[in-house]
Structures are given as C-alpha cells and as structure tokens.
C-alpha cells in the first residue's frame, strides 16, 4: 500500500449502512450495494486490484482465485467468525494476513441454537402454521404432543464459546451438558456449566437425547457426524446443527431421518447451500425437522458489531499493526 493513499477496500455483499458509511470515511472502499453474490470470475477481478478484501460465507476465496491475485492483496478480512470460505493456508502462503469476527456473534448465535432444539422437540414450526393455514379445531389431549426438555442430556460437538454460551443456556432449560471436544476445557468452566466431558465422540453420541454441533468446518471436522457415527444415536435423538452442513454426513442424517432410526433435527446450515435436498424439505413439512436459512448470527446488533470489528482489523493492519483477530495455522 502506498503511503497517504486510502488502501482499497472491495466489499463483496451489501453489510449494514452505518458499516459502509464507516468504511467510505476511512478507506477507497467499494461496495456491492445490489447485494447480488459475486461470481468466481468477479472475486477474481476483486483479488486482482483490492489491497483488502471483506468476503463473507458466500464467497469461495479459494486456491485458484487467489492464484490471481495482485502483490497489492495483503489482507482478507472476513465479516464472518467461520473462515472455511478461505484457503487460509494458501492465503498465508501468499503472505495474506486474514481476520476474522469472533465473539460478536456467539450470544446470537447460542440463542438461535436453544431456540432450535425447543422448536424441534416441541413442533414450534409444525404448530405455528396451524392457525394460519385455517386447520384449528380446537384443543386436544392427545395433539401435537412433542418431547420434554427438562431432564434431558445435551451433548455439545465444540465446546468453545458458542458451546458455552449453549451450555449455560440450555442448564436453565433443565438440560444436563455434555461435551465432546479436541482439548479438554478448563476445570473451573466445566465446574461452572457442570459439564461431562467426553472424550470418546461415538459414546456421548450414543447417549444423548439432543447433540448440538457448534465446532467450527476445518479438514478435521469435516462430516464429523459420519454415517457411521449418526448410527450411535438412540432413536429418541434430535440433531441440531448451527455450525456448518459440511460437519455432518447430511445424506446420511436425511436417511436416518426418513427411516425414523432418530427422532428430529434442527438445522440452520446445510452442505450445499443455499440448496437444500427435497428430502430434508418433505421431512420439514411432516414436522421432525425445523430448517433455517443460516439464521444464527442475524441479528442487527450483531451485523454491525461485525462490522466494527471488520474495521479494527483493518485500520489496526494498514495502520502496520497486528490486527485483533488474526487467524493463525492452529487455529485451523
Ligand atoms: C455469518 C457464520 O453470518 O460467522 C459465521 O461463521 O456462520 C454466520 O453467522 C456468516 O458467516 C457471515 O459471513
């Protein structure tokens, strides 16, 4: 970046106003206000002039478009806590720094979370079109009855801060907390949530009443819930997912599903989205699985606080600092 000229901000999708406005004061930055998903060909002429780029979940930055890019790319910094858009490692190769959001976004995102394993143990979504589609009759005993939460076991797949944030949520809901994650955490965390750890992922799955996957996509997560895990799980189980699709085999979650080998799911994520299966869809309208449209983090609040932090990462970078949310080898 040339000194005392504003570097070049690209910004592949529309991100709140007072975030751009900010972003137009401090950088040369270029907007995408029609918010239409740029193509792989356009992220290719964005990496070719862009001294920063801002992508989100829906751009693939992959090894191929950054093997476009110009000397001028220093930095990627994604609105966005999950980096799996991003070939991070060719990236670093490449000497690309890479930011992204973490912390803003776990509240909302726990939230949405508890609110999906409630609305799939007790039918919300299959019950709130009743009234409106015209099909009440009236109260019966023995109608839409779904399954208690209270005294169930909760089984966490990543107990970092969104897993902890679930936790505390889901102890006042009656829930014990149960975790699988690859270290251990901190005694006094696991005193506070009064949490099991589990160190075998194929005998807490066999355990639980509901299994929450909130672990980030790297190589090592990816179809964690393989289809000969999602065999351990009891039939009373109910799979919530608002991490990523690609942690679970999902074809062999729907197979499952279709059979009645578990009981439900809750997904906010999905392995090719935004395409979701006509299977996964026709099991949605019978009521054993509420979806979502990656929903987790969509709340105002949280959109600009992610972009504030979008911001600090790369005014603190061009500014020759190191930027607050680096992200580092091991963290992938
Ligand atoms: C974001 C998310 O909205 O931050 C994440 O990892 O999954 C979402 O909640 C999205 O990724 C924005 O890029």
Known sequence: MASGKKPLVVVTRKLPDSVEARMCELFDTRLNPGDKPMSQAELVEAVKVADVIVPTVTDQIDRSVLSHSGEQLRLIA???????????????????????????????????????????????????????????????????????????RLG?????????????RARAFGLSIHYHNRRRVAQQIEEALEATYWDSLDQMLARMDFVSINCPHTPATYHLLSARRLKYLRPEAIVINTARGEVIDEAALTRMLEAGEIAGAGL???????????????????????????MGSATTEGRNDMGEKVIINIKTFIDGHRPPDRVLPSML
């Open 156 to 168: 966490i797949v990543g107990m970092g801060r969104i897993g902890q944030a679930l936790a505390r």
């Open 268 to 294: 906010d994520v999905f392995e090719n989205a935004p395409a979701v299966s006509a299977k996964l869809i026709a099991l949605a309208e019978k009521g054993a699985v509420t979806l979502l449209p990656h």
């Open 78 to 152: 994604n609105f966005g806590n999950g980096v799996d858009n991003i070939d991070v490692a060719t990236a670093l190769q490449r000497g690309i720094t890479v930011t992204n959001t973490p912390g803003v976004l776990t509240e909302d995102t726990a939230d949405m979370t508890m609110a999906l394993i409630l609305a799939t143990a007790r039918r919300l979504a299959e019950g709130a079109r009743v009234i409106p589609e015209g099909r009440w009759t009236g109260w019966s005993p023995t109608w839409m009855l779904g399954r208690r939460i209270t005294g169930k």
